[in-house]
């Protein structure tokens, strides 16, 4: 190579290498700072709502938990204020828009503004797409998709009036690429994504800044209260055996932690988990072959029949594999998160 190449090759490397270090340090600079800001989390009583409410408590923020048991959300609120945290509990369903409505309501009139809104309420069907009804489908439709977009349409005057907010949509890999015997959660989240996205464009010129998270498995202990139908044993022990394997999960902490940065620093979007960053890639690099290969997973999966149509919880599944030192992460997980 030419002594001239040589030098304009180093001077392109030097060139970007002074650009990544420019924008490390504007992204520091920028960074979103929690302390003292009041953020409400859906489903923040147990498992990854759960998580992200002990990160924010260390640095700063004021919470506000919602779900619908009122004991998970008294063990969560004793929790966190035990250990010094400023936190709100209310009960709410968030699939009913007039509770939404009347929770933001008191929040903002009898707590404080609410800065940043974390959509994370969820629910998982799992089992044969034959062996689902319409049930299933509304109950994951008006969770991921209706859920997010009462909250949302709640908080937006005060965030506008204010001059800007931040709103974090805990979708899934589930929303990206939709999974075999997971197809009401996927579509459900494939809706909470396109609605993410939607927002984050109209929002922005309101300083308010959404961004869209689409996790891989976490180890948060919540699949005992997953829905399972069809080979109901077999189906949970699968999906336990994945939710604890290192190979196809992370623990809830550290999806957690790169969520809240994402959120921190304004991303547009963010995916934890090598499996789910490697299966995004490749959706969109040529999704028929994803579809393909997905569908080679789906003839492994059990097969309809079981209990069918029938619904059992989880924890009402479990297997002497399910309870074995192979789900360990998850057990671990599930007693540590309020599951």
Not at 273 to 297: K, M, Y
Not at 298 to 324: D, V, W, Y
């Amino acid at each position: 190579m030419k002594t001239k190449d040589k030098n304009t090759l180093m001077w392109l490397a030097a060139g970007v290498g002074a650009l990544a270090a420019v924008r490390a340090v504007s992204r520091k600079l920028n960074a979103y700072d929690f302390n003292g800001k009041t953020i409400l989390i859906t489903g923040g009583s147990r498992g990854l709502g759960l998580v992200l409410a002990r990160q924010l408590a260390k640095e700063g923020a004021r919470l506000v938990l919602c779900a619908r048991d009122e004991t998970e959300l008294e063990n969560a609120r004793m929790e966190l204020a035990g250990k010094g945290a400023e936190v709100l509990v209310q009960k709410c369903d968030v699939t009913d828009r007039q509770q939404v409505e009347d929770m933001i309501t008191n929040v903002q009139n009898e707590f404080n503004p609410i800065d940043v809104l974390i959509n994370n309420a969820g629910v998982i069907h799992a089992g044969p797409v034959a062996e689902m009804t319409v049930k299933e489908f509304d109950e994951a439709i008006k969770t991921h998709f209706w859920g997010p977009v009462y909250t949302t349409l709640a908080v937006l005057p005060a965030m506008k009036a204010r001059g800007g907010g931040r709103i974090l949509n805990i979708a899934s890999i589930g929303g990206v690429v939709s999974v075999p015997h997971l197809v009401p959660y996927s579509a459900s989240k494939f809706a909470l994504v396109g609605l993410s996205e939607g927002l984050r464009a109209e929002l922005k010129k309101y300083n308010i800044l959404v961004t869209t998270a689409t996790p891989g498995l976490m180890q948060t202990g919540s699949p005992r209260h997953a829905i399972i139908k069809g080979q109901n044993k077999k189906e949970y022990t699968l999906f336990k055996l994945m939710d604890s394997s290192s190979l196809t999960s992370i623990s809830a902490e550290d999806s957690a932690k790169q969520m809240l940065d994402a959120l921190r620093h304004g991303d547009a979007a963010v995916t934890t988990t090598l499996f789910a960053t490697v299966g995004e890639l490749l959706h969109r690099v040529s999704p028929g072959l994803t579809t393909d290969i997905l569908a080679l997973v789906n003839a492994l999966l059990p097969g309809e029949g079981g209990i069918g149509k029938n619904r059992a919880t989880g924890h009402e599944s479990e297997t002497p594999l399910s309870q074995s030192t192979w789900t360990e992460k998850t057990q671990k997980a599930a007693m540590r998160n309020n599951e």
